[in-house]
């Protein structure tokens, strides 16, 4: 998830007797807390950028180098999809509660980047690395901010790139990424009643049917590319141009920059076409012209299918599929098949203790 500033515009925009005490509650639910005397700080540098990770243990005991390894992990995937990581300093804010698991991340643009995110105390390495959500809202971090209406792209965005990202990190499988794409993307598709992206907010059309819309402009992108470009090539292009999280763009602003990056109008057209209408996705001809077989436990992907190279490439990128066509399985060794062009690896830089 992502941003809470239009959700606290709306209250301050109300008028309250007691408004001064009421806009402290609201802060005090929703804005990040100061850090305590006692929270540790460890700095991770990852290429030019630097993450402060401050760790909050008034609720419960947290494995530090558990939390750091799946900071660096999450980094890593970014990077490894982006090309860099997003933005040039993070502030990120772990709070332990008694339990286990990740739950409710949050993203700001504030102070060039900021994620709050709560993790359980008794969480395992096994379900640190298993996580998805701290993937999920760095990678908010590398577009523009979004008017309300445009939400979908937001969300969507991170849903898509989210599992691919983490493969070409070597921390996730294709095969697992189908798995949970085949099972999920039906849940973006348009139901009765639906006004299009820019106008229906269910929770299905905001994430899966953002995701949907990011799936099918990759494997359009590399349709008409022939395979050299995809839908991270426009991604790289918007945050080339300046447009990260801090940056408040409209959606054309976005889609043309990354059309351009692309070489292909296929953002803004797939836009004219879904924003205002309901558009179904034939999701089974998809998966069959990719080469993604069966479901769950039985699918299988296979190397015959007219698009199996872009599928390859849509999860490993260019030089990753051609390695894969070679003999590499998809998503399997990905840091060895791209060796040439590795991104680099989130660094351990010190640890202070915060004095305010």
Not at 316 to 322: V, W
Request: aromatic share 8%.
């Amino acid at each position: 998830m992502v941003r809470m500033e239009p959700t606290l515009g709306l209250f301050a925009r109300a008028r309250f007797l007691f408004l001064p005490l009421f806009l402290s509650a609201i802060l005090i639910l929703f804005c990040p807390n100061p850090a305590k005397a006692d929270d540790v700080t460890s700095t991770l540098v990852v290429g030019a950028s630097r993450i402060d990770v401050t760790i909050d243990t008034s609720q419960s005991p947290i494995s530090q180098p558990d939390v750091m390894k799946w900071v660096q992990n999450a980094a890593e995937s970014v990077t490894a999809y982006y090309g860099r990581f997003p933005v040039p300093h993070l502030t990120l804010r772990v709070i332990s509660f008694d339990g286990s698991g990740v739950q409710h991340g949050m993203t700001w643009a504030r102070g060039g980047g900021l994620i709050r995110i709560r993790v359980g105390g008794k969480t395992s390495p096994a379900e640190f690395a298993d996580d998805w959500m701290l993937t999920h809202e760095m990678i908010h971090l590398a577009f523009p901010s979004m008017a309300d209406e445009h939400h979908w792209i937001e969300e969507g965005l991170s849903v898509y790139v989210e599992p691919i990202a983490r493969i070409r990190a070597g921390h996730w499988t294709a095969l697992q990424m189908w798995r949970d794409l085949v099972r999920d993307m039906p849940k973006g598709q348009p139901q009765e009643g639906d006004a299009g992206l820019d106008h229906t907010h269910t929770w299905g059309r905001t994430y899966w049917g953002g995701a949907l819309f990011a799936f099918v402009a990759d494997v359009q992108i590399r349709k008409q590319t022939k395979n050299k470009k995809g839908l991270e090539d426009a991604l790289r292009g918007i945050l080339d141009a300046g447009g990260d999280i801090r940056e408040d763009w409209d959606i054309e602003k976005a889609l043309k920059t990354g059309d351009q990056a692309a070489g292909v109008d296929v953002l803004e057209k797939l836009y004219a076409a879904w924003k205002d209408k309901p558009v179904q996705v034939d999701l089974g001809t998809m998966w069959k012209e990719l080469g993604v077989a069966g479901s769950g436990g039985a699918l299988t992907l296979q190397e015959d299918a007219p698009l199996s190279a872009v599928r390859q490439a849509l999860v490993m990128g260019t030089a990753g599929a051609k390695a894969a066509r070679a003999g590499a399985p998809d998503g399997q060794n990905f840091r060895a098949a791209n060796s040439a062009s590795a991104s680099p690896r989130a660094v351990f830089a010190g640890r202070t203790m915060r004095s305010e």
